[in-house]
């Protein structure tokens, strides 16, 4: 069988890579490395083919690539608030057109079997439900989230008028190895780690009262491989832990010293998916707890060692652009 991974090279498609690897598929990696690194896929170097291209680029072949191609799991994106944000057209260029142009280079495909997309459950913006369950009002707040959510759209709709065999997953807070070292937002793990890897005090921003739905990427690209396998076709999943945790929980787990800033605004106080319809549907629970999760990233602390070290007054800019962004004072 063989399967394409956009964005293969970055967090979660490599370990998406990894589980194709170790069932004896036929992998072909398609990243432009604006977030992937290949040192994440480097234990399957001649096992695996890479190409780095720019799938936003409408002036770069990828169909050839589709072709005979069983399996396309959708990972490439750029992700971020702020960034997007300030730079919301090449968001959509990346999210949006990137995802039209693999849809229509899987689409020529005689063999496809199944299209999964990675959705993101910034979709629901702040939720009024917890736990959310897929049903919830789609109100993206930011950019990042708005273009998300269209590729999921075109995904789905896609599959309706070309009867393809899609699957939309909608992952809430994932973390795990590999996870990306730069940025503030939305890489609380990458921050901690590497401020506890060079004894500064663990930045928490808030009352670290807010909680998140940390789910460990290998029970998310799991999900993806079952829905990948199933029958069940045009339907949206959402992906998460079973629970959700405080910011403070986490600290207290990581150990170390910990210091308060104000509270960003525009954040939700808590993430927490409803995944009754997986567990029903698609017979998936998540595996790792939460306690066991992060364990596995302090045995593995050191691939922080070259992370930037986010500290108070680094973070406090960062907490001011974003307010300057959404046009606060």
Not at 79 to 103: C, E, F, M, Q
Not at 115 to 133: K, L, M, N, Q
Not at 292 to 321: C, F, Y
Request: with cysteine.
């Amino acid at each position: 069988m063989k399967a394409i991974v956009t964005g293969g090279a970055g967090f979660i498609g490599s370990h998406m890579v990894d589980l194709l690897v170790s069932n004896n598929y036929e992998v072909l990696v398609i990243d432009n490395l604006a977030n992937g690194r290949l040192d994440n896929i480097e234990q399957h170097k001649g096992k695996i083919e890479f190409v780095q291209v720019d799938i936003g680029d409408y002036n770069s072949e990828i169909d050839s690539y589709f072709e005979d191609v069983d399996y396309v799991f959708h990972y490439a994106a750029l992700a971020d608030i702020v960034p997007s944000i300030n730079n919301p057209i090449k968001y959509h260029k990346a999210n949006v057109d990137g995802t039209i142009r693999v849809l229509e280079a899987a689409k020529k495909s005689k063999n496809l079997k199944k299209f999964v997309y990675a959705a993101s459950s910034s979709c629901y913006g702040i939720p009024e439900i917890y736990p959310t369950p897929e049903s919830s009002p789609i109100a993206p707040e930011y950019p990042y989230a708005h273009t998300k959510t269209v590729g999921e759209q075109y995904v789905m709709h896609w599959g309706q008028l070309y009867d393809m065999p899609v699957v939309s997953m909608r992952f809430f807070n994932v973390y795990g190895v590999r996870h990306r070292t730069s940025g503030t937002y939305g890489a609380v793990f990458g921050v901690f780690l590497a401020q506890l890897l060079n004894n500064k005090p663990l930045t928490i921003v808030g009352n670290g009262k807010q909680t998140r739905d940390f789910t460990y990427v290998t029970d998310i690209v799991e999900a993806c491989y079952i829905a990948s396998q199933s029958d069940i076709t045009n339907e949206i999943f959402n992906v998460g832990s079973d629970n959700t945790y405080s910011i403070n929980y986490l600290v207290e787990l990581l150990g170390g010293e910990k210091i308060y800033i104000a509270k960003r605004p525009g954040e939700p106080d808590s993430t927490y998916a409803d995944i009754t319809k997986i567990k029903k549907v698609l017979g998936w629970s998540p595996k790792v707890s939460f306690e066991d999760g992060v364990k596995i990233m302090l045995e593995n602390i050191e691939q922080w060692r070259e992370a930037p070290v986010w500290d108070e007054d680094s973070i406090k800019d960062a907490t001011k652009e974003w307010f300057e962004c959404l046009g606060k004072k």
